[in-house]
């Protein structure tokens, strides 16, 4: 009885906390869990290959909707998106059901994206992430973000950063698209992540987060971040240890994949309107 009754207490609190309009903090219990690495990649670079990422802007679709289309004007690839929901909202969406809502509940932000110049529709800007039943996509454009709330993210020394093999992460990354394994259930949960540190296709997992589908996506292209703390074992890897993260450039290997085919299968779009 004593159980069951400390149990709806802390269900009861999860609910009722912060019940306010403001920004989410996080559940104070799992705040130590946010945190980047203090022993990562960027400990160990050279002061002019760390890097590191800026909040450039940031938006609240309940206030901010006619702000909207010169922010999305604004974004540039590789910028990162971070999602977050007031607790009165996320609340209100557990409520009736939508229990992807938990996440906002629970932290700083509840989803990651990042702008890609989507080499399957003639660079068009698209938002890659991965979700539930999904798996890794850029389905979603631009125009989408106006009914979200959310923070961006810039990395510096982004011309350093190897765009062509970025695009090819995405290409092959998405090949498991639309499969409910290609999503990371057991990364959700920190038990064990997909490959985090990808040189090769063949290193690219079948299933990732969306946090850490950024974090892999990156390092394809030459960033390693400091976002992961265990090398992916025991490590729920959230949106805000990427976006608070350092890092550092890695020079990827020189490899050719001129005879790497990146087209995918002439399936049609897959949703969501053209980007800008």
């Known amino acids: 009885m004593r159980r069951t009754t400390a149990l709806f207490l802390m269900v009861a609190a999860l609910f009722l906390a912060g019940c306010g309009e403001g920004r989410p903090r996080g559940v104070w219990a799992l705040r130590w869990m946010e945190r980047p690495s203090s022993d990562g990649p960027s400990t160990r670079a ?6 590191s990422f800026a909040q450039v802007a940031t938006y609240d679709h309940r206030r901010d909707r006619e702000r909207s289309a010169a922010l999305v004007n604004d974004l540039v690839e590789g910028d990162v998106i971070a999602y977050w929901m007031s ?59 106006a009914s979200h709330s959310y923070d961006v993210f810039r990395l510096d020394r982004w011309d350093r950063v190897d765009t062509r093999r970025l695009h090819e992460f995405v290409v092959l990354a998405r090949a498991k698209a639309n499969r409910w394994y290609g999503y990371d259930f057991s990364g959700m949960f920190g038990l064990w992540n ?42 729920v890897c959230t949106p805000k240890q990427v976006v608070t993260s350092k890092g ?6 020189a490899i050719v994949f001129a005879d790497l085919d990146l087209r995918e299968p002439d399936v049609g779009p897959k949703g969501g309107r053209a980007g800008r």
């Open 46 to 51: 050279a002061p002019e290959d760390v890097t």
């Open 248 to 253: 550092c450039i890695v020079p990827p290997p």
């Open 87 to 145: 607790t009165r909202e996320a609340r209100r969406k557990l409520l009736t059901g939508r229990f992807s809502a938990l996440g906002y509940r629970l932290l700083v932000y509840g989803h990651l994206a990042m702008v890609v110049a989507d080499p399957e529709r003639g660079g068009t800007l698209r938002l890659f992430s991965s979700e539930s039943f999904t798996g890794p996509n850029s389905d979603e454009d631009l125009a989408s973000l």
């Open 194 to 235: 997909s490959p985090l540190r990808p040189t090769r296709p063949r290193d690219i997992g079948h299933d990732y987060i969306c946090s850490t589908v950024v974090v892999a996506a990156l390092h394809y292209a030459g960033v390693a971040l400091d976002a992961v703390r265990h090398g992916g074992f025991a490590d």
